[in-house]
Every structure is written in C-alpha cells, then in structure tokens.
C-alpha cells in the first residue's frame, strides 16, 4: 500500500507570492490533517479535512487555506508568504474512527526569501 | 485549550541501554488518546506508540513502552535495548477523544541520540 505523499519536497519562493502544497493520503484514509513545523514554534496544527469538509482549523491567519478533493487528495494553500512562512509542511491521513493513527508524508520544505 | 510538555530537549543513551523520555500534559477531558511519535534524520513522522486514557493497561511496542498515569497526567516512554536506529526526535502527542477530529497538539520534542 502506498504511503502520504506529498509534493513538492522543496519549494523556494518570494515574499509576496503564493503557494500551493499537495497531498495524497493512503488509499481509503479519508482524513487528512496538515501541520507546520518549525524550529521555533515546533509542530503546529494547521486544520483537518473529512470528507471535503474542514472539521478543526488551528490558530492560523487566513492567509493559510486548504481543500478536500472527492478522492481524498488535498491542497493547502499560502497567500502573501512571509518570511516566517518558511517551515517543514507535514500531511498526514488517518482511517476512520476516532484517535486512529496518523500516517505521515515526508513533507514539503517551503523557504520564503 | 491542551497542552503538551517535554522537558528533555536533548537526551542520550548507550547502545543496549535503557532510556526514558518523559512528557506531561493538560487537559480537563476524560476521554483522549496520546502518542510517542519518532521522527528520524528522513525527516518522515513514524508512530512508536499509542495509549489509549480508558485503557489502564500501559501500552507496549516491541522494545518500546510507556507508564500512563492519567491521575498525574504523565506519559513517558521507555525504550529498552536501544539500538543506534533509534536515533531521532520524538514527539508526544495528545489527541482530544470527544471531538469529531483527528487533530494532535504536540510537544517540542526530546531529541535522543544512542551512541555506539
């Protein structure tokens, strides 16, 4: 069974701009949660997607939004990136029921110059 | 809002040896589930253990255990004959059992290194 995967590995952008982040989970996983981590602020929950519908939302400005697909797949997105932007984005899907495992991609490194 | 608590930034061990990596956290639920989670050089999260709060029963993986007690909100993990793959961060994690959400709060980290 194939594992999280996540793309691209690494991304170099401008403040300013935006960016995209993809995320394909597990077959049949059809929660997806996303993560920020960081030196500073450690791992931070970004929000979770069931079913097309975000369920949680972490403490994140709105410039930090994200999607479901009918096939599970999901996209974050960052509007306006700033220097403090850059970070390790770590996907992760988990089966149905509750306190299931989270499984892990190897995440996107997003470098804001 | 909870909160999870790793007072080890850093810790090493001897190859063959035992360590214990400690973690607490706040909470007022009853219901919530925690997790050892590693994750080595590779950079990919890799789930060590699980503990479910109803359960008593401390959980146990292999060489890998943990001592829950929900009473003192503690959840440290044991890991015995620690072997030099076991070199990585880990992560303890809590995750709210009453809310329809696969969310995790994290704690920092205690970075562990076996030395050979």
């Known amino acids: 069974k194939a594992g999280v995967t996540q793309t691209p590995r690494y991304l170099i952008k401008t403040r300013g701009q935006q960016v995209t982040l993809s995320c394909s989970p597990i077959s049949g996983h059809r929660s997806v949660s996303w993560y920020q981590q960081t030196p500073g602020q450690g791992l931070q929950f970004l929000f979770e997607y069931f079913s097309e519908t975000q369920r949680n939302k972490g403490n994140f400005p709105g410039r930090f939004s994200g999607r479901q697909f009918s096939n599970s797949r999901s996209e974050m997105n960052v509007s306006t990136l700033e220097l403090g932007d850059s970070a390790l984005y770590l996907c992760?899907?988990?089966?149905?029921?509750?306190?299931?495992?989270?499984?892990f991609g190897q995440g996107t490194r997003l470098t804001v110059v | 809002a909870q909160t999870v608590t790793q007072s080890q930034p850093e810790m090493s061990v001897q190859e063959a040896e035992t360590v214990t990596l400690s973690c607490t956290y706040d909470?007022?639920?009853?219901?919530?589930?925690l997790f050892w989670y590693k994750q080595p050089p590779s950079r990919q999260m890799i789930l060590v253990i699980r503990q479910e709060a109803y359960k008593q029963q401390n959980a146990t993986e292999n060489r890998f255990s943990v001592n829950f007690q929900k009473a003192a909100k503690s959840f440290s993990l044991k890991i015995s004959d620690s072997q030099l793959g076991d070199t990585a961060m880990y992560f303890c994690a809590f995750m709210n059992g009453y809310h329809n959400n696969n969310d995790m709060r994290f704690g920092a980290g205690t970075r562990l290194t076996v030395k050979p």
């Open positions: 992760a899907s988990s089966p149905l029921g509750q306190g299931a495992e989270a499984f």
């Open positions: 909470t007022s639920e009853n219901n919530y589930y």
